[in-house]
């Protein structure tokens, strides 16, 4: 649906502004483009260290073993230098910060990282950026068309598919973030863990606001305050995430139980 919505501005932007629309366009892609690689090395370039087994066995075990029952490639540990409990995935890594390790136990930190690798396994460390970043340029058009249109139709169409476009990415988003979760559900020993971990991560939210980066795949879900919570909210509450979870877990243990 996003493709369709996207491919519907770009139409209406090259029917009604020729090749002005097509040259604005070329030039926000090529700067799109470049932020989308800029971020990837800003990732690589925080206070962050490569683990290796040595440092920590049961922890990269733990993800090695996750990551090759997913049926992805080993993905690359880092160690985030910050004491704010965070966590997320770029490419095929994972970062873990640690302050993680000081508010979770061991079972709850591989369920964390059981979601991202959910996300790696999901390719949303490819799409959540590539959306994310197609917003502006679906605003970039929407503006373009309803300033230099000379058609009143063209420009409330635009004006239309952009809001579209927001409230699919809403929706596709937290789709994927649910998604995550039901395979990490399925990598970690002990299911329930990940919830343990949402219940835990809560009480940090004031702190993890200044960190999280909403280009790239984490465990961050959106602020429950209402007065805080976005219009077009991209994550799925903690109660929602946690809720689904305990569904899930008593479907698979039901499942079991039906087939054992």
Same mark, same amino acid.
């Given at each position: 649906m996003l493709k369709l919505i996207f491919l519907a501005q770009l139409l209406i932007t090259l029917l009604y502004l020729g090749r002005i629309g097509l040259a604005v366009t070329l030039l926000t892609i090529f700067i799109l483009v470049g932020l989308y690689f800029w971020?990837?090395?800003?990732?690589?370039?925080? +206070?962050?260290?490569?683990?290796?087994?040595? +440092?920590?066995?049961w922890l990269y075990d733990g993800i090695m073993r996750m990551a090759n029952k997913a049926g992805i490639a080993p993905p690359e540990i880092y160690i985030l230098d910050d004491y704010i409990p965070n966590a997320y995935s770029f490419g095929n890594s994972i970062v873990l910060s640690?302050?993680?390790?000081? =508010?979770?136990?061991?079972?709850?930190?591989?369920? =964390?990282?059981?979601?991202?690798i959910g996300h790696i396994k999901n390719s949303d460390t490819l799409m959540f950026p590539l959306i994310s970043y197609l917003r502006y340029l679906m605003l970039s058009l929407a503006l373009l068309n309803t300033v230099f249109s000379k058609s009143l139709l063209g420009s409330i169409v635009s004006i239309l598919l952009y809001i579209a476009y927001e409230v699919e990415r809403s929706r596709h988003l937290r789709k994927r973030e649910f998604k995550a979760d039901e395979t990490a559900l399925r990598l970690v020993p002990k299911p329930l863990a990940l919830k343990e971990a949402l219940e835990e991560l809560k009480y940090y939210e004031d702190l993890r606001t200044t960190v999280k980066d909403p280009v790239l795949p984490s465990i961050e879900p959106s602020i429950e305050r209402k007065s805080q919570k976005p219009f077009f909210t991209t994550h799925p509450s903690y109660d929602e995430r946690i809720w689904r979870i305990m569904a899930e877990v008593d479907a698979m243990t039901l499942r079991e139980r039906i087939f054992n």
């Open positions: 971020t990837i090395r800003r990732s690589l370039q925080r +206070d962050q260290r490569l683990l290796s087994f040595e +440092d920590m066995p640690l302050g993680l390790f000081e =508010v979770l136990d061991e079972e709850e930190i591989l369920a =964390v990282a059981a979601h991202e």
